[in-house]
């Protein structure tokens, strides 16, 4: 359901709650539980607590997934309109493959 990840803990801001009023989580959602350590949603979920603070674009999501132990992630920041531009470049060279293999 999730990718947990270890490494330097992500702090919350003094005085902040560490969780929030439970909210749908979509996949992708980088959450922080208390323990400062992120969680990458996989899969949406009906309801979630801990703090969101990103969320992977969907053509990532399947990186992530594939990842093993051990593995470093790094995250970028990207704009909508970019993240947009990512998915339909992965839809244009996937439609590539269904044509090469249709025949």
Known sequence: MGYRLEGPVVPHREGMPQSIISEPSVPGGVQIPPDGQP???LLEQTVGGYTKI??????????????????????????????????????????????TFAG
């Not at 470093?72 to 044509?99: H, N, P, S, W």
């Open 39 to 41: 969680i990458i949603l």
């Open 54 to 99: 990103a969320t992977v674009i969907s053509t990532d999501i399947s990186r992530v997934a594939q990842a093993k132990p051990g593995d470093k992630i790094r995250f970028e920041e990207v704009d909508l309109e970019t993240a947009y531009g990512i998915l339909r470049a992965q839809e244009q060279a996937l439609q590539k493959i269904r044509e």
